[in-house]
């Protein structure tokens, strides 16, 4: 398993965590689209040569931003980080993956693969 961390503009955030569900991010025995979101304020300062969704080259900006987290399968992947990006406002999206261990205490691992 992996997780996706990735930060949104908070009003973008709903259609980002519909279509990592949909693309296999989340999905935890019975249930689909299983997440976490955290708001908070993201900071940058587009460079020159950037065209940014949210404000302007060379000035510092703030943004209400929301925080989303999600495990996937491995195999999943791509998909799952395709679809994020696909969906994020932003020229160049803040996210990061990295391996998880989802297992029960017993070492198990309950279903989930996304069908």
Do not use: W
């Not at 980002?16 to 949909?22: E, H, K, N, S, T």
């Not at 025995?29 to 299983?34: A, I, Q």
């Not at 065209?51 to 992947?77: D, M, Q, W």
């Amino acid at each position: 398993m992996d997780c996706l961390v990735i930060y949104v503009p908070t009003e973008a955030a709903p259609a980002v965590r519909q279509v990592i569900g949909d693309a296999g991010a989340g999905r935890l025995g019975n249930y689909s689209h299983c997440s976490f979101s955290l708001e908070g304020t993201g900071r940058f300062t587009p460079l020159p040569g950037a065209t940014p969704a949210i404000g302007t080259v060379g000035s510092p900006e703030e943004v209400s931003e929301t925080r989303i987290e999600a495990i996937y399968p491995r195999s999943r992947r791509n998909a799952v980080v395709g679809a994020a990006l696909s969906a994020h406002p932003y020229e160049t999206p803040a996210f990061m993956t990295f391996p998880v261990d989802a297992s029960l205490p017993d070492g198990t691992v309950k279903s989930t693969e996304a069908p």
